[in-house]
Structure formats: C-alpha cells, structure tokens
C-alpha cells in the first residue's frame, strides 16, 4: 500500500508538471497580435489570365518555344509584377481544349494598359503563330 501511494503520487506530479510546461505563453501571442498591426495590408492587385487551345498537330517543339517566349515577358516587361505558368491537370473534362494557363499579376490597370500593346507582347503573339486554336483572357482585381 505503501508503494502504491508514492507510485500515484510520482504520476501526479509527472501530470502537473507537464501540463505547466505545456502552457501556452501568452507572450508570444501578444507579441504576433502587435506584428500584425504593424504589417501594411497587401494592395489590391489584378490578375491577367491567359489560357490557350492549340491546333491539332502543334508539335512539342513548338510548345516549347511558345512557352519559352511567354515566361521571357517579365525579363522584358517591368510592369510585369508576377508570373507563374502551368499545364491543365483538371480531372473534371471540362477545359474544353484548353491546356496551357499563364497568370499575370499587375498593380495598377495603367500597368496592364502598358503592357497590352508593348513590342515584346505584340513579338510574342507573333511567336503563337499559326499553332493557336483560341485563346481566353479574363482580367480582375483580387478582391477579399
């Protein structure tokens, strides 16, 4: 009996003990609720994206070089402020043809106006050639 009052004892304490130094510090809590405040809050952007369908028989050669010319544009074009690409990986069939996504990210509708007629884009549509089948762009402005 002796023994199992001081085993229950050991186990209490190894409890208490753990649970304090599992207790949350609410310093560091209060700490990110002051960094918060002091983050600027992100502007609005908008976003450009541009999605194309290619003509049967566009070789992967051709591909290449149409993607190729596309992720040159930001080196081109400073009012450019993001870019990222990829390849339609939807399992739902519902791309209608579309396979290649290209998402253009300006601060400012004077941006977007810039680079809309700018001589790499034109020299760019250029590089599309006779491979495209249709093209959809949809413009908008991030929104909370």
């Not at 009052?5 to 002051?34: G, H, K, M, Q, R």
């Not at 405040?37 to 028989?57: C, D, N, S, T, Y």
């Not at 601060?107 to 007629?117: K, M, N, T």
Request: glycine share 6%; aromatic share 12%.
């Amino acid at each position: 009996m002796k023994y199992s009052f001081t085993y229950l004892y050991l186990i209490a304490t190894l409890f208490l003990v753990s649970a304090c130094n599992n207790a949350p510090d609410t310093s560091s809590v209060n700490e990110s609720n002051e960094n918060m405040e002091k983050a600027e809050i992100p502007q609005k952007v908008l976003r450009h994206v541009v999605m194309f369908k290619w003509k049967e028989g566009t070789t992967a050669e051709k591909l290449g070089e149409i993607e190729g010319a596309f992720k040159a544009l930001p080196s081109k074009i400073p009012q450019i402020k993001d870019f990222e690409w990829g390849l339609n990986n939807s399992p739902e069939g519902l791309d209608k043809g579309f396979t290649h996504v290209f998402f253009l990210t300006f601060a400012s509708e004077e941006d977007r106006a810039i680079y809309l007629p700018h001589p790499d884009h034109k020299a760019f549509g250029n590089v599309l050639g006779e491979s495209l089948d249709d093209v959809m762009v949809l413009d908008y402005w991030v929104t909370e």
